[in-house]
């Protein structure tokens, strides 16, 4: 799923941006979901490099229970923003074009 964030965010960068009209009207919602997907992507990268930190720190405290204790505090939040970020992303490619679109 972060693969799929981070790619997202790449992919948004590289956007066509021949789709941004040039006769004054201008698209808010094309600008609006690209930061966010950019925004989502870079975050994704953070949370899963944070995870594989707390996971290092983990292997690494070789049975002192203070590091493994902020080794676990670590994961916990790192997967904690990993379920945001999904919640996130949901909400973005599905329920912000319905209220961008007035549909409701």
Known sequence: MFLFLVSRAYAAT???FSKIPTD???EYSYVLKTVLEVVLG???AL???ALIVGAAQYVGSMGDPTKAEGAKKT?????????LLMLFYAIIVYVL?????GTG
């Open 24 to 26: 004054g009207s201008f």
């Open 47 to 49: 949370a899963l490099l």
């Open 75 to 83: 994961i916990t939040w790192a997967i904690t923003g990993i379920i």
């Open 14 to 16: 590289a956007k066509d």
């Open 97 to 101: 074009p319905k209220v961008i679109q």
């Open 42 to 44: 870079v975050a994704s």
